[in-house]
């Protein structure tokens, strides 16, 4: 597309926004719903479809020929994906084998892809004026509610239409910045996991097993390990008639867009404050909520705050069977992490208390690694802990899953009698523990052992 359409492109964008944004602000002032995404394209389409039919008008009037059919339909989509999309950097959320998407400005756009590779690739627009621009009208269509982008509120974090998460700021650099992470597997199972080589069958059937069995599941590791991931794939061994409330930052894990797995969903956003410093809701106060609306389990997308508390007292009242996901560097290194946001929660618990908190809400932590040295995907569960008590200012655990040679899970401590017997309960069977790393290839293909979930849609 030439400068020319660009120009146009941007033109017919924003006056198209205006109009959009006008109905949003008619629907608040008269306390009608919001338009959802869907609705917002659906009315999008029709008002991009009316303004090209004035532009068709115009251009006859003075006398120069109309734009042809399949033109039409170009700048149509060019403006749609500029409206509801990310304008040029659409095209790379639409390539499947990009992973990560980091821009430092306008025309500096670095690119990960899914076999670890970096490249530079193409400016996504032509100034930084411009991409603030797009930004801004993102933050206003995307999510439950409207976020702001600008000089108050220099910093946007958003679920894209896609699934993938944008983290965005500016006026604290000298570019506008943008971190966008792509999920390349918003549908998985733990059988999945087994062909991307993140889990062997005995981890499968372990994992499977702790979930049926309703044990409570943190999921740890570093940026990027692949924690979110896991976190859908453990999801989806849920039993379907069971009522789950999901709670994050910005939508993420995308359990109520499937349905057919999980018919009974509350997925709850927290909410930033408005201009005036108002209306703010916190992820703490969003757990405290999501306890009085009747939830099987609790999921926490990512613990990062004072929400620590109220969660481990979820996990701990009868919400049996709950789960998050938390940034730490080992297994063990979770539950420093616990106590560290726990002390910085209003409650200012002391370390004991914590501790003591933690082993009673806690089964087992989940430790998720990432080689990036590795060609193929590169993210492997390490460790797996069962938290079995605590003394003083430790936690006490046994690591039943330990880095093996290749820092992947081997067999390590036995299990606890009791939860071994709630897990077979559950369908475990413990002789996979005894067996070689691999047995399941031996016979023929890696898929043709595996068992499949039985929650499956």
């Not at 539950?335 to 208390?353: S, T």
């Not at 060609?375 to 006490?396: C, D, L, N, P, T």
Request: one cysteine or more.
């Amino acid at each position: 597309m030439d400068r020319a359409d660009q120009v146009l492109v941007r033109r017919f964008r924003q006056e198209v926004a205006d109009k959009l944004t006008d109905r949003l602000r008619e629907d608040t002032a008269s306390s009608r719903a919001r338009l959802s995404q869907v609705d917002q394209r659906l009315f999008g389409r029709q008002l991009i479809n009316e303004r090209l039919a004035v532009f068709a008008r115009e251009e006859l009037e003075e006398g120069r020929v109309p734009l042809s059919a399949e033109e039409e339909m170009s700048l149509a989509q060019a403006v749609h994906d500029a409206l509801f999309g990310l304008g040029t950097l659409q095209r790379l959320l639409e390539d499947e084998t990009i992973e990560n998407i980091n821009i430092n400005g306008a025309a500096e756009v670095w690119i990960t892809r899914a076999d670890g590779t970096k490249e530079l690739g193409p400016a996504i627009a032509d100034s930084d004026e411009e991409l603030i621009e797009t930004l801004r009208m993102t933050a206003a269509r995307v999510g439950l509610t409207e976020r702001r982008f600008d000089v108050g509120a220099p910093r946007l974090s958003v679920q894209l239409p896609d699934g993938s998460r944008l983290f965005a700021v500016m006026a604290v650099t000298s570019h506008p910045c943008v971190a966008i992470r792509r999920h390349r597997y918003p549908k998985l199972f733990l059988e999945d996991l087994v062909g991307l080589g993140t889990i062997d069958l005995a981890l499968q059937e372990f994992l499977a097993a702790a979930v049926r069995a309703r044990k409570n599941i943190i999921v740890c590791g570093g940026v990027d390990a692949g924690k979110t991931t896991l976190l859908r794939a453990l999801i989806n061994e849920i039993d379907p008639d069971e009522r789950l409330v999901t709670i994050e930052d910005n939508l993420e894990l995308g359990v109520d867009r499937y349905p057919e797995l999980h018919p009974d969903v509350v997925a709850l956003e927290a909410r930033e404050h408005n201009v005036e410093g108002e209306g703010a809701i916190t992820l703490a106060a969003l757990v405290r909520w999501g306890l009085r609306m009747d939830p099987d389990r609790v999921i926490v997308g990512e613990v990062r705050g004072d929400e620590v508390l109220p969660m481990l007292n979820a996990m701990s009242q009868g919400n049996d069977g709950s789960m998050c996901t938390i940034h730490a560097n080992s297994s063990a290194g979770a539950f420093g992490k616990l106590a560290m946001y726990a002390v910085q929660a209003p409650e200012r618990l002391p370390l004991e208390a914590t501790n003591l908190i933690v082993a009673n809400a806690l089964d087992f932590v989940v430790y998720v690694g990432r080689d990036t040295h590795e060609r193929r995907f590169g993210r492997y569960i390490s460790s797996i802990r069962e938290v079995v008590g605590a003394e003083g200012s430790m936690v006490i655990s046994n690591e039943v899953f330990e880095p093996g040679p290749d820092r992947r899970a081997v067999p390590g401590a036995p299990l606890r009698s009791r939860t071994q017997a709630d897990l077979e309960e559950a369908g475990f069977d413990p002789s996979v523990l005894s067996r070689p790393q691999g047995w399941w290839d031996q016979a023929g293909t890696a898929g043709a052992a595996r068992p499949s979930s039985p929650y499956r849609g």
